[in-house]
């Protein structure tokens, strides 16, 4: 029996300190430097990426886990900008404008609060709220990973959820005028020609709109 798990995530306000402040600024400038380096070397795979940046970060002042989760960031804003060039639209040079931390590694709850790491030995505790523990707290929850920002904290987390039993399976087959409903007992087909008239008229009718006022006429 395979186990279902629901993925969702949980937010709350908090108060940063310094720290969590400045590491904001380097975890933003750490993926605009690994998009910079991609770009130069026309890479947007994470392993390839990873390959390329990560001794290229070491000056800054951030412990590894951080490095790898904005060589993680910058692979997937590049991956989505080529693909965007394959389908021809427009885009601009990528770069990370807000300051955040996404990050899967070096946090764990404890005593009411997130502890996460901000420097080489330091760490930071977010007092959670207490919809934010009852909502980590309940049975089969598990914390994935967790986003901060400026005045947020949002935890990304999964749970076991129970597999239902299916009864039946229907099947739907739709085409322009008809949809067809149907399983191995009974099989419905529905007529759509009078929606596909309507909708071309419809359009037909806004179509032939004009303005003739003094907005259009101009000065």
Known sequence: ???????RSVWQYYAPSREVLVLLD????????????GLVNDVSSLRRLSILSYNQLAHYD??????????????????????????GYPTREPYAFRFCIVSC?????KNG???IRVARGKRFCVP???????????????????????NRL???????????????????????????????EETVRYDLSETVRIARTTVHIVGSFKRNDVRTRGS
Do not use: W
């Not at 412990?63 to 389908?87: N, T």
């Not at 590694?105 to 709850?109: D, E, L, R, S, T």
């Open 105 to 109: 590694y070096g946090f764990k709850i």
């Open 1 to 7: 029996m395979f186990i279902l798990r629901a993925i």
């Open 154 to 184: 949002s935890l990304c987390i999964t749970r076991d959820v129970a597999p239902v039993e299916s009864a039946s399976t229907v099947g739907v087959d739709r085409n322009l005028r008809n949809l067809t409903v149907g399983n191995d």
């Open 26 to 37: 380097v975890f933003r400038r750490m993926i605009n430097d690994s998009i910079r380096i």
């Open 62 to 87: 951030s412990p590894s886990c951080y490095k790898l989760c904005a060589i993680s960031r910058a692979a997937g804003i590049l991956a989505s900008r080529k693909k965007s060039v394959k389908r």
């Open 113 to 115: 609060g997130l502890e």
């Open 128 to 150: 959670l709220t207490r919809h934010t523990l009852t909502v980590v707290s309940r049975p089969g929850v598990e914390v994935r990973s967790f986003t901060l920002t400026q």
